[in-house]
Antibody, heavy 127, light 108 residues
Framework: QVTLRESGPALVKPTQTLTLTCTFS??????????VSWIRQPPGKALEWLAL???????YYSTSLKNRLTISKDTSKNQVVLTMTNMDPVDTATYYC???????????????????WGQGATVTVSS | QSVVTQPPAASGTPGQRVAISCSGS????????VYWYQQLPGTAPKLLIY???QRPSGVPDRFSGSKSGTSASLAISGLRSEDEADYYC?????????FGGGTKLTVL
């Protein structure tokens, strides 16, 4: 059974750096094809994809936020970490991590569905 | 990454068929698969449709997806009260995922 769980501070101050950890089980990020994404959702608003890291350590970022985001993995701990710098009140949101898989064969593989999601971590940015 | 557009709201009565549209561009829907997610109030999103029209195990066949060109559609037939939720489409676009703005489905 695949599960993911987000953890991190519930409250951060403006200008601080947010560090979130996604701890997962039921799969390994060293297995070819496995990927983890971060997605956020401000209160009452839509989902916004943030970043993806894959088994080969390829990383992709939201164009609008890439200057503030860093995604990394620790395969020995089954964890993916997202850092977001210079936090602002507009970054207040529920942050989710989700598993996906790359399908197809080299070099024509594609990133497939985010099929299992964590329950989300609520982050409030306020002084 | 380009914008993907959904109507903000949709509604129907129990038993009806409802369709939710998702409009994108050649860089996302036009050249990649479309995925649909259902988000019930207070819960994490759940995968509803993958690769345009495939249902994961456990998703009722009342839910169906289609794609044509740069647009896609989610259809729900035999509408039920438990279908009241937010629905999001998503597609890969130029190095990242893009989500639609979401459609709030109300069952009247």
């Amino acid at each position: 059974q695949v599960t993911l769980r987000e953890s991190g501070p519930a409250l951060v101050k403006p200008t601080q750096t947010l560090t979130l950890t996604c701890t997962f089980s039921g799969f390994s990020l060293s297995t070819r094809g496995m990927c983890v994404s971060w997605i956020r959702q401000p209160p009452g608003k839509a989902l916004e994809w943030l970043a993806l890291i894959d088994w080969d350590d390829d990383k992709y970022y939201s164009t609008s936020l890439k200057n503030r985001l860093t995604i990394s993995k620790d395969t020995s701990k089954n964890q993916v970490v997202l850092t977001m710098t210079n936090m602002d009140p507009v970054d207040t949101a529920t942050y989710y991590c989700a598993r996906s898989q790359a399908s197809g064969s080299d070099p024509l593989y594609f990133y497939d569905a985010m099929d299992v999601w964590g329950q989300g971590a609520t982050v409030t940015v306020s002084s | 990454q380009s914008v993907v557009t959904q109507p903000p709201a949709a509604s129907g009565t129990p038993g009806q068929r409802v369709a939710i549209s998702c409009s994108g561009s050649s860089s996302n829907i036009g050249s990649n698969y479309v995925y649909w997610y259902q988000q019930l109030p207070g819960t994490a999103p759940k995968l509803l449709i993958y690769r345009n029209n495939q249902r994961p195990s456990g998703v009722p066949d009342r839910f169906s997806g289609s794609k044509s060109g740069t647009s896609a559609s989610l259809a729900i037939s035999g509408l039920r009260s438990e279908d009241e939720a937010d629905y999001y489409c998503a597609a890969w676009d130029d190095g990242g995922w893009v989500f639609g703005g979401g459609t709030k489905l109300t069952v009247l």
